[in-house]
Each structure stands twice: as structure tokens, then as C-alpha cells.
């Protein structure tokens, strides 16, 4: 098994070093322009590609809370061609829906194994609906909560699809995401 030099393990860490550095650096501008904005939802249409891109995923849905309802909403899905809203109970049954409940990040590697969903909770489902009708195939994501103030409310969901890079999250994009969606969260309190 070869391991390479210690400069090249140096070399390496450097280079993830570097690579940490330039995606907060990104994440901080993406910040600086949900922060500069009046409107929550256009901003989030017009950054959802960049937010994609910062990420690598394929797709991103944001929900938010209908209190009246006790459901999460749709307000921007990239990657579907409707119009017509995503409605989710906050229940356990969906990712989503699982995430809003508990006000845990979740990341799941793989859609596919029914294993790796009741690890994380015995009724936990991945709701398949979306990707019938699109004919999308979900593999990954990763979701977030976005929790406002102090008590925590739970205002909606970040939920990214699809790591492109290497086919998985990893734990800095979960910090990331976790950044974003308290940036999110603070920018629909304001607003």
C-alpha cells in the first residue's frame, strides 16, 4: 500500500485546507446577499443556483412552515418544471417532514438503503412521489432545519439532493448548511 511522501501529505492537507477556506469564503458571500436583500423568496430563486453549485448538489428544495396547516410548503425547487407547491406533514413519515420535527440535520448517503433511513429513526421514510412524477432520482441529501431565535421555532427546511462530486455530504457541507439555513432563518424573521 503506498502512502506517499510526507510532502505529499502535506501537500494534500494543504490543498484540503484550501478547498475549506474557499467554500466558507463562498458561503460567505452567498450570506452577504441573503442578508442585502428585501426579499427572501426572489433571493433565494436567484441564489439557488449558486447554492447548488457551492454545494455540488443537483437540486435543492426549501420549505416553509404553514402554521395554520402544520405542513411544509414548497417556495423554490430547482430541477422540477411546476408550478405546483410540495406539501409535506411535519411528521416522520418524510425526510423533510422528519427534520422540522426533531430540529436535526439529517444526512443520508444513500436513498437506497432502507437501513441507513431506520438507523436514523424506525419510521423515517424517503417520500418517492416527487421522483415518480419527475422521473428524478434522488441517491443523497442533506437537510437542515432553519430554527429561529431562541426558542429554536422551527420557521422551514433546506433540504439539498444529489452530492455531485463524490456521491456523498460530508461534514462540512452539514456545517455549511447548517450556516445557511441559520442565515435563512434570521433573514425570513427580519422580513
Request: glycine residues 6%.
Amino acid at each position: 500500500m503506498n502512502q506517499g511522501t510526507p510532502g505529499q501529505a502535506a501537500q494534500s492537507q494543504l490543498e484540503a485546507l484550501q478547498d475549506r477556506l474557499d467554500f466558507a469564503k463562498k458561503l460567505q458571500a452567498l450570506t452577504n446577499k441573503i442578508h442585502a436583500t428585501d426579499n427572501i423568496s426572489q433571493i433565494m430563486l436567484d441564489l439557488s443556483a449558486e447554492i447548488c453549485e457551492l454545494f455540488q448538489c443537483e437540486r435543492l428544495t426549501l420549505y416553509v412552515v404553514n402554521k395554520k396547516e402544520g405542513v411544509l410548503v414548497s417556495k423554490v425547487k430547482t430541477g422540477i418544471n411546476s408550478d405546483q407547491e410540495l406539501v409535506l406533514p411535519i411528521n416522520r413519515n418524510s425526510i423533510a417532514g422528519y427534520v422540522a420535527l426533531t430540529r436535526n440535520t439529517v444526512r443520508i448517503n444513500n436513498l437506497e438503503d432502507p437501513a441507513e433511513l431506520q438507523n436514523i429513526d424506525p419510521e423515517l421514510h424517503f417520500f418517492t412521489d416527487v421522483d415518480r412524477r419527475t422521473g428524478f432520482k434522488s441517491k443523497q441529501m442533506l437537510t437542515a432545519p432553519l430554527l429561529q431565535g431562541l426558542s429554536k421555532e422551527v420557521v422551514g427546511v433546506l433540504q439539498l439532493i444529489n452530492q455531485r462530486a463524490d456521491g456523498r455530504f460530508d461534514s462540512v457541507a452539514e456545517d455549511g448548511l447548517e450556516a445557511l439555513t441559520a442565515t435563512l432563518a434570521l433573514a425570513l424573521f427580519q422580513r
